[in-house]
T-cell receptor
Framework: ELKVEQNPLFLSMQEGKNYTIYCNYS?????LYWYRQDPGKSLESLFV?????AVKQEGRLMASLDTKARLSTLHITAAVHDLSATYFC???????????FGKGTRLHILP | EAGVAQSPRYKIIEKRQSVAFWCNPI?????LYWYQQILGQGPKLLIQ????????DSQLPKDRFSAERLKGVDSTLKIQPAKLEDSAVYLC???????????FGSGTRLTVV
């Protein structure tokens, strides 16, 4: 059974700092997704990573995928308050278009 | 492109009552999902449809939950009878194919009292 683990689960950081959120998964997969969720809102797609070594960047966020290590990272550069949200990774284990979510990382950026 | 539509946005019911949620996916998206998100947790897949057929309902509590997608377009999720632990946000998502990602609706927040 696929397990998706994120860490940290909660992160409070100062504006201007860099940090990384980690997503580990338990079985082989080369499809990984990152989502953002604001309080009381739905899930917003950030990145779709579909191969080993995939790297995608949007603004201050950069995501990468290492399928051999079963690890994806979401790196935040020079954080700003507007990035405060909960970030989820999700994995498709069998390329069957069924994604399993981690518990999320609640990010709080202090102005 | 219109997004995934869900209704109602909020629902408060007493335990043992029944409730239904509706979802209209993005036009052309063959795959539709219902997820349950309990406060502070990640979404949990309840059921996956491909057109009007069920692909996976292994996590659906079938003694009280049911879902259908009769014409391969919109879908309903029903809970009967509801329990306190069913309080959650119910998210509908649709996809053209996994490689293009998944689009989520705004969700229905259910409170069972």
């Amino acid at each position: 059974e696929l397990k998706v683990e994120q860490n940290p689960l909660f992160l409070s950081m100062q504006e201007g700092k860099n940090y990384t959120i980690y997503c580990n998964y338990s079985t082989t997969s080369d499809r990984l997704y990152w989502y953002r969720q604001d309080p009381g809102k739905s899930l917003e797609s950030l990145f779709v990573l579909l191969s080993n070594g995939a790297v995608k960047q949007e603004g201050r966020l950069m995501a990468s995928l290492d399928t051999k290590a079963r690890l994806s990272t979401l790196h935040i550069t020079a954080a700003v308050h507007d990035l405060s949200a909960t970030y989820f990774c999700a994995v498709d284990q069998n390329r069957d278009d069924k994604i399993i979510f981690g518990k999320g990382t609640r990010l709080h950026i202090l102005p | 492109e219109a997004g995934v539509a869900q209704s109602p946005r909020y629902k408060i019911i007493e335990k043992r009552q029944s409730v239904a949620f509706w979802c209209n996916p993005i036009s052309g998206h063959a795959t539709l999902y219902w997820y349950q998100q309990i406060l502070g947790q990640g979404p949990k897949l309840l059921i996956q449809f491909q057109n009007n057929g069920v692909v996976d309902d292994s996590q659906l509590p079938k003694d009280r939950f049911s879902a259908e997608r009769l014409k391969g377009v919109d879908s309903t999720l029903k809970i009967q009878p509801a329990k306190l632990e069913d309080s959650a946000v119910y998210l509908c998502a649709s996809s053209l194919a996994g490689i293009y990602g998944y689009t989520f609706g705004s969700g229905t927040r259910l409170t069972v009292v």
